[in-house]
């Protein structure tokens, strides 16, 4: 009996350690299999120098004499990094991204020297507007000071984002007011990717300002977003205190009407159809306002037929399509106001007729 449970014990153990192989070996397995499918790729900034850039500028608020120091600082001990895992084919990808942390310092001081406010924002107070893939690869730029507004009481600032040796690049436009408060952060334009190229832009009276993704008012303040879900925005121009012309990328099947006229609370107008924009890195619109009589000319196309978008800046829901094979050609100089308009494969010579507002093909 005892050989029997010898046997016994034998076998179990044999079964014990048969089975521990077999699992350790599917583990190993499993390992190769990961390592073997996953790639890595490095994504690392030039270690940059510590850097300290400083400006200093004085202004008025009120008429009294305000002092303002802008810093942007390099810190090379702590580093922004972003991992990104996704799949290629039957590949896994990890993308590793280093870079380090800037921090931008925003000092104000009145005329006796008092300190007002200090504000400071590194890259990560920017995550919620520019991927952490690029904000860890992005160099350091010293903040551009765009004055004070009076009737938002803000100062604004320009912070530009680039990665560096690329054609890709981010605007924010940060609006502090005089206290000290952040009024506004948000993206201004986009650059490298067919986006918003359009600078900020303050309205004629100064009540507003326009970037290519918010309408902001200053009394009451309001910050009014200009995006729509799953659409780019290609241009945003003031046409007059009133309104605002927000152009998006035409679609078919989601957007027909996607030239979007606004007024000042942010309630639709007016909108049309419109395909003469372009894109070299940046959106482009052929467009330009006429003073002699507050209108503005749009080059549009549909196809091969190229027309003239006529836009009354006093009233834009007036609009008017002229096709251009119906213009008739005028080379005469007197009472004109000449223009051109163009895309990247067409050009167009155009005159105005200050007596009788008629445009005419220029030669």
């Not at 890709?168 to 408060?181: H, T």
């Not at 600078?199 to 303040?221: G, M, N, Q, R, V």
């Not at 399509?321 to 155009?350: A, M, W």
């Amino acid at each position: 009996m005892k050989y029997f449970f010898l046997k016994f014990y034998i076998f179990v153990g044999f079964l014990v350690l048969s089975f521990s192989n077999c699992k350790k070996n599917d583990y190993q397995d499993q390992i190769a299999k990961s390592s073997k499918d996953t790639s890595y790729r490095y994504f690392s900034s030039d270690a940059q120098p510590v850097l300290n850039l400083a400006k200093d500028t004085n202004f008025l608020i009120d008429g009294i004499q305000h002092h303002l120091n802008i810093e942007v600082k390099t810190h090379n001990d702590f580093i922004v990094s972003y991992n990104q895992i996704f799949t290629e084919g039957d590949s896994i990808i990890k993308e590793i991204y280093k870079g380090f942390d800037c921090s931008y310092i925003f000092t104000l001081y009145d005329d006796s020297n008092h300190l007002i406010f200090k504000k400071v924002f590194h890259k990560s107070d920017f995550v919620d507007i520019i991927s952490l893939d690029a904000l860890a690869q992005t160099n350091a730029i010293l903040p551009n000071f765009k004055g004070y507004y009076n009737k938002f009481d803000a100062l604004i600032f320009d912070i530009n984002f680039w990665i560096p040796n690329s054609d890709v690049g981010v605007d924010c436009f940060v609006m502090i007011n005089s206290k000290g408060d952040i009024l506004e952060k948000s993206m201004s334009n986009y650059h490298g990717g067919c986006g918003c190229s359009d600078e900020p832009t303050l309205s004629e009276d100064s009540s507003s300002f326009l970037t290519c993704y918010k309408y902001i008012k200053a009394s009451p303040f309001k910050s009014i977003s200009l995006e729509k879900p799953n659409q780019n925005i290609v241009s945003a121009r003031f046409l007059s205190n009133k309104y605002t012309l927000i152009i998006y990328e035409y679609d078919s099947l989601k957007l027909k009407e996607n030239a979007t006229i606004i007024d000042t609370e942010g309630n639709l107008i007016h909108s049309f159809e419109y395909h003469g924009y372009y894109c070299t890195l940046d959106h482009w619109v052929p467009m330009t306002n006429l003073s002699q009589n507050q209108t503005f000319y749009l080059l549009d196309h549909i196809d091969e037929e190229y027309r003239l978008l006529v836009l009354p800046k006093t009233n834009p829901t007036k609009t008017n399509t002229i096709p251009i094979d119906q213009l008739q050609k005028d080379t005469s100089q007197i009472n004109k106001v000449f223009f051109e308009l163009s895309t990247i494969v067409k050009s167009y010579k155009f005159n105005l007729d200050t007596t009788t507002n008629k445009i005419s093909i220029a030669f």
